[in-house]
């Protein structure tokens, strides 16, 4: 048995999540790590923020998912816990993509351990749109995966208090009842339509954080060499991966610096990507 087995083998594990990211996350972490992994049912996860920000979200991506973690070991009074949280925006370089973020924590109280799993995807709907009539919603819905990934809409894209706001609709009855409604209402006769970044809505979102549990597990099975903590973890990458033909460095990784969060022991990995060479695509001076 090895040491990381010892830490987590048998023990509960809160999974403290709404929104059925369980259909995911579940069966990895009990079959890599031996865990018992339990959703609590009066844990509200809303009350820590919303994507359709009636609620707003306190701190950083890592700051929320860390919070919850605490508070919901707080309330079950159990020692170990894994949470997840969601963050969407542009892709600083391709302007009309949207990016993913999905960012996975697990906590354990006893051996004051955490570790961060994450994944980056382009593979999300994620988007929102103004219409003035029923038909533009629709063509709106037809490129957000509409009804596999549901929609929200509401008056304005910063909801107020008393404001009508339809969330997970899935159904284009639903859909136009809801936009007929809300351009009735609005002062400018528009209604606010949005994809519904909630996971049970979002089979997409659903996928990247299913890969972010992975990236999770990964981290806590890789062990520290010399004491056999979990999550020995890269701190620094190192560019400079030589060019195949003129053999002068260029910007891509050459080595990656792994470190230990308990004993600080660091070890550092030539050649992440198992190439020993850089195409000279990437070389400024053969293609510059
Ligand atoms: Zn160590
Ligand atoms: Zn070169």
Redesign the pocket.
Known sequence: MSQTESWFKNRVCILATMHKKEQVMVRPLEAQLQMQVIIPQAFNTDSFGTFSREIKRMGTQLEAARLKAQQVLEVTGESLAVTSEGSFFPHPILPYCACDRELVLLLDKTNDIEIVGTEISLETNYSHTSVKTVSEALAFAEKAGFPSHGLIVMESPKPQKNEMIFKGIVTEEKLINAVTKVMESSPKKTAHVETDMRAMYNPSRMKVIAQATHNLIEKILNTCPNCNWPGFDIIETIPGLT??????P?DLIKSEIYQCKKCNFQQTKDFPNGVKFAD?TY?N???P
């Open positions: 060019c195949e033909i003129c053999h002068f260029t000279p070389c001076y053969c293609n």
